[in-house]
């Protein structure tokens, strides 16, 4: 089942702060977070595997909600360089490792 | 995180003809290796699992007869589109799944073209 995300599209200026959400109508394996910049292959940001857990490196960060339905990106004080098009992707219980992506999140940042 | 290529990075083909794209896992043997399509401002796609010595498995919708994956060794799988057509114009993404969380990584894309 393809998650949710929203906002589709961010506009903000450096320093500002943002936050993606990620949801499901079901309880999520796990949570997989992407960034992708235009004509790039998408990057790994950070996996969440545990209802309730936080995590974050560096200005961005993630949550997974105890029901394990919903998780939400924070990116704090912005930078430019945080530009670029967002992805959460939800893992599998059968263990067959494929991910399977939301519609991305796309994020402009305004110098 | 593992290091992925992808040849070619862009290709140009006219309709009819089938192109070849592979996807090299360059420090990481890789039994697992799946293939993304995206299309402009859209999602991934997951197209196909590419599993080594074995078939590949087929997402729902998606022709095996026509794109055809080959898995022959733990650090290359192939893509071939068959007789390509305007509408498989596209950005095709290659990824591997890492360790200990499964997190993917992903190769640099190959944007085909179908003139």
């Known amino acids: 089942q393809q998650p949710v995300q929203s906002p589709q599209a961010v506009i903000l200026r450096e320093g500002e702060d943002a936050v993606i959400n990620c949801s499901s109508s079901?309880?999520?394996?796990?949570v997989h977070w992407y960034r992708q910049k235009h004509g790039e292959a998408p990057v790994f940001l950070m996996i969440?595997?545990?209802?309730?857990e936080q995590k974050g490196h560096d200005k961005i960060s993630a949550s997974f909600n105890e029901k394990k339905q919903q998780s939400s990106l924070y990116l704090t004080a912005s930078q430019l360089s945080y530009s670029g098009t967002y992805f959460c992707?939800?893992?599998?219980?059968?263990?067959?490792?494929?991910?399977?992506f939301g519609k991305g999140t796309r994020l402009h940042i305004l110098p | 995180g593992a290091v992925v290529s992808q040849h070619p990075s862009w290709v140009i083909c006219k309709s009819g003809t089938s192109v070849k794209i592979e996807c090299r896992s360059l420090d990481f043997q890789a039994t697992t290796m799946f293939w993304y399509r995206q299309f402009p401002k859209q999602s991934l796609m997951l197209m196909a699992t590419s599993n080594e010595g074995s078939k590949a498995t087929y997402e729902q919708g998606v022709e095996k007869d026509k794109f055809l994956i080959n898995h022959a060794s733990l650090t290359l799988s192939t893509l071939t589109v068959t007789s390509a057509h305007p509408e498989d114009s596209s950005f095709y993404i290659c990824s591997l799944t890492g360790s200990p969380y499964n997190e993917q990584f992903f190769g640099p894309g190959t944007r085909l073209t179908v003139l």
């Open positions: 969440l595997l545990k209802g309730g």
């Open positions: 079901k309880a999520l394996y796990s």
């Open positions: 992707g939800t893992g599998q219980p059968n263990r067959d490792d494929k991910i399977i």
